[in-house]
């Protein structure tokens, strides 16, 4: 695929997950955050299922579950049932920009927390970019305004704590995930989180209904989009790309959230704005590939 290509792949991919901190709004005017997570998953499951078995992947399905079957269980836990858990409650009375910026920290999270987990050493640029990051994330929460009407709210604090799920994913992901055909091992683990977000609203008493028209297609979109889609672009830029480039596109994730809000006549504040660009700068400079020495000239004779 052309490079053009692989850029808007990864343009995409941060577009839907952008558009996933807006359509939960209608989404959680119908379901319980409970309810909303499982049956998210549960569509993307079946979804990511289809794709694997139009693959050819259907016996590496089978391989993944009966060989690494307790690690695709934890990954799910921690990425899918751990990350949306706290993240649909947190939308329930936090904005999509403050969620979104929150979640901007991402990359450098991550960073940090291999470094303490699996002893990656991380760069000057990450350790100077750590507090203007968190400085754009606290501006961001005290100059926002949620959507219960107040400065700052549980549900930021909740955005963090998916923010952390999401990181520990991310860590996790990079000992644990097995090799072998990736879209069968994303079927097995989305199956893991889809079963036991489907318990925790059943055994928490959260109904699992069909909801109206229009939150019905925000969850369809969200499945299918915020999550299938979202994946298998992000995959084939990393891919082709790497990691850290790739990981460059996080930065629109915000943008896009924001700019999706507005158009639905949600305008950020100015203490969002400011906090915004300040998380946006912090991990776009974190992110930074390393500086190449300049190459010497060689000696010519004399």
Not at 211 to 235: E, N, Q, R
Request: with cysteine.
């Amino acid at each position: 695929m052309a490079g053009k290509g692989v850029y808007g792949l990864a343009a995409l991919a941060a577009l839907f997950w952008g558009a996933n901190f807006n359509l939960a709004a209608p989404v959680l005017a119908e379901l319980t955050p409970l309810a909303a997570a499982a049956e998210r998953f549960v569509l993307a499951t079946a979804i990511m299922t289809a794709v694997a078995l139009w693959r050819g992947q259907g016996m590496a399905m089978l391989g993944a579950v009966r060989g690494h079957g307790y690690r695709l269980a934890l990954l799910g836990t921690v990425g899918i049932f751990g990350f949306n858990v706290l993240f649909f409650d947190a939308m329930r009375t936090t904005s999509a920009v403050n969620g979104a910026l929150i979640m901007a920290t991402n990359p450098l999270l991550t960073a940090l927390l291999a470094a303490a987990t699996l002893g990656e050493r991380p760069s000057a640029r990450q350790l100077a970019a750590l507090p203007l990051a968190l400085a754009g994330v606290a501006t961001v929460i005290l100059g926002g305004v949620t959507a219960a009407g107040s400065a700052t709210g549980i549900g930021d604090v909740e955005m963090i704590c998916a923010n952390l799920a999401w990181a520990a994913y991310n860590v996790l992901s990079r000992k644990m995930m097995p090799s072998g055909p990736q879209f069968a091992n994303v079927a097995v683990m989305m199956a893991a989180g889809a079963v036991a977000l489907t318990a925790a609203a059943l055994v928490g008493g959260a109904p699992l209904a069909v909801p109206g028209v229009a939150a019905s297609a925000a969850l369809l979109a969200m499945a299918v989009f915020g999550s299938v889609l979202a994946y298998i672009f992000w995959t084939m830029a990393i891919a082709r790309l790497g990691a850290g480039r790739t990981a460059l596109f996080l930065n629109l994730v915000p943008v896009c959230a924001t700019m999706i809000g507005a158009l639905g006549g949600d305008l950020p504040s100015r203490g969002q704005l400011a906090g915004g660009m300040v998380v946006i700068v912090a991990v776009g400079y974190a992110m930074l590939p390393p500086r190449r020495p300049m190459a010497t000239c060689p000696a010519t004779p004399s």
